[in-house]
């Protein structure tokens, strides 16, 4: 994808949106979400029947039928979201991984809405990167209990965040239209969540803010602070509107990563790392 076309991306994604959004009579709706879960090898076993789903945007942000079983482990993290591990390490200099081969800067990717100060503990930390596939559960749920300090929405353009790209666009995630929360655990130590768009993804969603909107119309960054939200391991905290990524950096020697999870499969309630003593 040239720069060119990758400019379209943005308006590709608000139509495609639109399409997904719209509630068509149920005998198309059935035909729209039935090709869509086959083609794409939907497992529906936790969810409720395609055509319960009224518009594909619907099917997309689909609810688990059931509450996922979370460890009782308070040191444990878990996964927030069904997704492949493209990438987990150590970031080594302020630099880490998008995949084998492709870095990126973490202050570029977190911009300078941060202090240096307050990017400094996780620059030679440890990170791991979530990509929620098509088929996935779009979902993505609070890894551990944690407390939000500030969100920053970086408009940007929609690249597909998919194993071919990732491994084709340099800096795809700085690209990349993105929402970074800053936040702390119960122990004041700090990370970030990284909530990276994509093609035909574009909107994300917050459980603890509607102010905030992307794929639209605005270039400016948007900061948000904070003051007393504070989330559960295993809440809901928001949604993707197709497959995308999330990305997390650790403060440095806060946590140990699980080993050996790089190009596998997890999904959200999985132990991914545990927070040291």
């Not at 996922?68 to 927030?80: M, Q």
């Not at 492949?84 to 809405?113: C, D, H, W």
Request: glycine residues 6%; hydrophobic residues 40%; proline residues 5%.
């Amino acid at each position: 994808m040239t720069l060119f076309k990758a400019a379209w991306t943005n308006s590709i994604s608000r139509a495609f949106g639109k399409f997904a959004s719209t509630e068509f009579p149920p005998f198309l709706q059935h035909l729209i979400n039935t090709a869509y879960v086959k083609l794409m090898g939907v497992d529906m076993r936790a969810f409720e029947e395609p055509d319960h789903y009224k518009s594909l945007n619907a099917l997309f942000t689909r609810k688990l039928l059931y509450p996922r079983e979370i460890t009782k482990d308070p040191n444990a993290i878990v996964a927030p979201a069904d997704s492949y591990v493209t990438a987990e390490g150590e970031v080594r200099n302020a630099v880490a991984l998008q995949i084998k081969g492709f870095s990126y800067s973490v202050r570029e990717l977190l911009t300078n809405r941060f202090e240096p100060d307050a990017v400094a503990p996780v620059e030679n930390g440890k990170y791991i990167n979530f990509y929620l596939a098509p088929n996935d559960y779009h979902r993505y749920h609070v890894p551990m209990d944690m407390k939000v300090l500030r969100a920053v929405h970086v408009p940007g353009l929609l690249y597909p965040v998919n194993f071919k790209y990732l491994r084709k666009v340099p800096k795809l995630f700085i690209k990349n239209e993105r929402v970074i929360l800053e936040c702390i655990d119960s122990a004041n130590r700090l990370f970030f969540m990284v909530l990276v768009g994509a093609l035909n993804v574009g909107k994300m969603t917050l459980s603890f803010d509607e102010r905030i909107r992307t794929n639209s119309d605005t270039r400016q960054i948007q900061v948000y602070d904070y003051e007393n939200v504070t989330l559960k391991r295993g809440e809901e905290l928001g949604m993707f509107m197709m497959g995308s990524t999330i990305v997390m950096l650790f403060e440095e020697g806060s946590v140990d990563l699980v080993e050996n999870l790089e190009g596998r499969k997890v999904r959200f309630g999985d132990v991914v790392a545990n927070r040291k003593s």
